[in-house]
T-cell receptor, first 111, second 112 residues
Framework: DQQVKQNSPSLSVQEGRISILNCDYTNSMFDYFLWYKKYPAEGPTFLIS?????DKNEDGRFTVFLNKSAKHLSLHIVPSQPGDSAVYFC??????????FGKGTKLTVNP | KAGVTQTPRYLIKTRGQQVTLSCSPISGHRSVSWYQQTPGQGLQFLFEYFSETQRNKGNFPGRFSGRQFSNSRSEMNVSTLELGDSALYLC???????????FGEGSWLTVV
């Protein structure tokens, strides 16, 4: 039962262009969504979050969009930089004090 | 402000042995949770502690256990290690419910 799905295992974009990472969920009880970035051999680093009562949250180059009716969220990175190359995980939280993660999307930003 | 600290960073154990991993949360954070990351299963929740009480537990066998001390530091233990327990074990802390969860660097466990 995969409650959070990241259907694209990898994504490759050119430096300066937009990166769009997608995430779908099935659990309607999630009231908070988070994006984490992870480099190999390191722990996940928090990027940005969004409450289920909002449809957009922006922080610098990162914007997360939430479409509750479609149970879909996306992370936009503009402009993309080579240092953004990492694995990105989306996660949902529904009041149970635990995060449910997708399997991640590996982003490669080419110079 | 120091982040979440996990020790040891790397360790190798033999099948059948047991292992204890340690986690020091961010100062002031009272909630500590543990996750396992494997290539096949991704990041999976193990358990969460708040004020020395386990509040939530993931779908793992009883060989996986944990505890939290009065200073919020936490340990997790895996007994009778199996090859499939080889993974990155991540500790995370948060101030309380609804606050952002911050992760440590992880402990890489290899079972041979």
């Amino acid at each position: 039962d995969q409650q959070v799905k990241q259907n694209s295992p990898s994504l490759s974009v050119q430096e300066g262009r937009i990166s769009i990472l997608n995430c779908d969920y099935t659990n309607s009880m999630f009231d908070y969504f988070l994006w984490y970035k992870k480099y190999p051999a390191e722990g996940p680093t928090f990027l940005i979050s969004i409450s289920s009562i909002k449809d957009k949250n922006e922080d610098g180059r990162f914007t997360v969009f939430l479409n509750k009716s479609a149970k879909h969220l996306s992370l936009h990175i503009v402009p993309s930089q080579p240092g953004d190359s990492a694995v990105y995980f989306c996660a949902g939280e529904g009041g149970s004090e635990k995060l449910v993660f997708g399997k991640g999307t590996k982003l490669t930003v080419n110079p | 402000k120091a982040g979440v600290t996990q020790t040891p960073r790397y360790l190798i154990k033999t099948r059948g042995q047991q292992v204890t991993l340690s986690c020091s949360p961010i100062s002031g954070h009272r909630s500590v949770s543990w996750y396992q990351q494997t290539p096949g299963q991704g990041l999976q929740f193990l358990f969460e502690y708040f004020s020395e009480t386990q509040r939530n537990k993931g779908n793992f066998p009883g060989r996986f256990s944990g505890r939290q001390f009065s200073n919020s530091r936490s340990e997790m233990n895996v007994s009778t290690l199996e090859l499939g327990d080889s993974a990155l074990y991540l500790c995370a802390s948060r101030l309380g419910s609804g606050n952002t969860i911050y992760f440590g660097e992880g402990s890489w466990l290899t079972v041979v």
